[in-house]
């Protein structure tokens, strides 16, 4: 099941990113699938937890064909096809050698790794993808509200995601003494 929502978040970000228009807080720029691309990393680190860091590479790439396979048939550009894939893999490969390398609880390898790929996520899409740079859809004046609505929104998911994953954890260590 990790496996699959893991996948399933990646081509549902692409969906709602590009069936929906952003939304607009303050300043703040926030395409739909934000959220969504904010939960694969918790999943992808589930992912990592259970399969380890090698297989989580092939799901990595597997994700990155699905990924680059919706957007295409969603009718992107090629450019923001490209940048899609390009922050993804930065993202995930960062967010991947992270979790795998802190000698922290579960939680804190989430939360952590989740921040840094969130970061990454963001600023290389909307850089590569969005800016004068890339497809031209924003000004370089509105680049770095975009990144910082991203990460703002990923930041907050990552948090979620490391909370409910220590109360699992608390709950679970509860129960074994229990038994």
Known sequence: MRILFYL???VIANVVTARFAPMHFGI???PMGTIFVGATFIFRDMVQN???RSKTYLF???ALILSALASYLLGDTLMIVAA????????ETADTEIYS????PIAWRVFYSGIVGGFLDSAVFVIIGLSPLGAGFMPWEAVPAA???QVLVK???QMIGALMISQVKIINETQSIIK
């Open 8 to 10: 399933l978040s990646i």
């Open 101 to 104: 390398r802190l000698k922290l």
């Open 147 to 149: 990144i910082v609505g």
């Open 50 to 52: 259970k399969y380890g």
């Open 60 to 62: 990595i790439f597997t």
């Open 28 to 30: 703040f720029i926030i």
């Open 84 to 91: 899609s894939a390009v922050s993804f893999l930065i993202a």
């Open 155 to 157: 930041t907050l998911l």
